[in-house]
């Protein structure tokens, strides 16, 4: 038999997100809880592996596709497993007039490893603006915010990634 | 230049960067849900009107006018009505709503208690855009605290009525601040806008009346009630009441957020040691971009121009979402315009061919001529590009469902009306006269 999904303790926290998800929509409107339900089970698994889509789309009965569909239209959803820390660099125009570009640059050198690409440790990603221009550059790390970043920052912040 | 710039009393943003700002205690001490309160005693009606005398125009962009939005919610539907809150703020160069979520939400409650008692809403969701975790924790406590406080939930501040509120984050997608893309990722669907009409205030989530308002506008909402509307619209000007949020970013001195007056001109931003204080040693200003990337771009000649609606209007620009970028003049316009192409290109949900198609074209022609590989004829191939997205002037005959076809085609628009030279000198000279410095060199790593 295929190894389950979730371990006893994931299960309990799967299975009581859902509940409180679905109680924010009307009965019939299971499956809007679509999104939320994608987050909660990137947050127990880290990534969307298959039979957890399958499991959201039975919770929200829809069609597994239908889960599909969703997952691979947001960015912030992994539909293969990154790297424990996922930064995400913003490259848009307030942030490349304070330096973007060269801080992504130097984020590659140092990690070994160009945007789009992922290892064990790291995904390294360029992305759109996130809404932080007045204290640019800035780059996100599994979702925590760093901004205002200089080298001196930028490279205490790495040294606390193990 | 020193301050000459009519000094305001903020009223949206008094409380950022205080001890505690973000919390009910702090938010109750200084008046907060007083604006509840005095609304609480009209009739849902008389709320409607009174925030249509105020004047008060939505934050998001488009700066429709809150009340008349509010007054198109059908009175006799059996069906639930919605107010969807949204804070996709994802429009490169608006940073404002952050702030707002992160330093002051019960503004913005206080302002959904309002809105949803005025239009017979029971249940409200808020919509974050992803990326904003820090400013979603905080909205979250904040909606845990209004339950235990009875705001929302059973009873609104003691008066029978139920009134739910729900935090929902997207997951990464620009098009989800459309605000039928909205709904649709509200559906639990992927981010199609919808055909208008019928407009959401008919036909919006789950085929139900629906009102979608901006952060900013509804924190904007209580203000009318605490001073009264008249003030509200003194504050502003003719047709634009209260005052707004300004995000300034790129090549000045102090970039960040800050309120000001309608009057407050795009100089004045820049400019006044209130905001900008100017622009770094030996830099001059060479483009501005006054609403957000997808507001046509002006050249540092047209910046005495107040930053309200109406007036960018005239300039055939928008206000939008009050995103100011300021591009000095090392900033080479190619690269500037090539960047915010590309996010148009990467963020269209690919549902009308000219903006699927189209955006990816002007993003690769970009490139090109940025590279050195520009050949005659690419600038009016470029140019015949975005028009076929979305012709210019005026804004708004766009070829697309929404709105986005535009936002990708008036950069192109205006950069080529502005700075056509810059354009034909990379192809002249077959590589961008800029070196390899084409940005300002600002900051850390300059």
Redesign the interface.
Known sequence: MAEPLFTPEEQKKFDAGIAEIIS?Y?PD?K??????A??LLQEIKGWLPQDGLRLVAKH?E?TPERAY??AS?????HLKKPGKYVI?VC????C????????LA?LEEKLGLKAGEANEKFTLRE???????????CL?IN???HES????KLDAILAKLS | MASTAKAIDPIISAAWGKPQSWTLDSYKKRGGYKGLEKALEMAPAAIIDEVKKSNLRGRGGAGFPTGLKWSFVPKDSPK?KYLAVNGD???????K??YILEDDPHMMLEGIAIASYALGVHTCYVYL??????PAERCQAAIDEAYKAGIFGKKLLGKDYEL?C?L???????ICGEETALLE???????WPRLKPPFPAVVGL?GAPTVVNNVETLASVPHVFTGGADWYAKLGTDKSGGTRLV?????VNR???YEVSMHTTLAELIYDDKYGRGMPAGRKVKAV?PGG?SAPVLGADELDVAMEFEALKVKQTMAGSG?V?V?DDS?CMVR?LW??AR?YA??SCGQCTPCREGTPWQTRLLRKIEEGRGEPGDVEMLSNVAASIAPYPPIGLGNTICALGDAAALPTHSFLMRFKDEFEAHIREKRCPFGDKP????????
């Open positions: 924010h009307p409107r499956s809007a809880g679509m999104l939320p994608l987050r929200l829809v569909e969703v239209f947001y960015v912030m959803y995400d490259t848009n125009l307030s490349s007039l304070w330096g973007a570009e060269k801080m130097y992305t759109e603006c996130l809404a932080s221009c007045g204290t640019a550059p996100q979702e925590d915010h970043l200089t080298r001196a | 639930p703020e994802s429009e490169p160069g608006t940073f709503d952050r855009r992803g990326e904003f975790k820090f739910n729900y929902v984050r997207g997951a990464g997608a620009y990722s509200l559906e639990g669907k992927k981010g789950f995000c300034l970013s790129g090549t970039p960040g957020v971009i990337s995103g970028i591009m900033t500037s960047r915010v996010f990467e963020e940005w300002g060199s600002f900051g850390d790593w300059s």
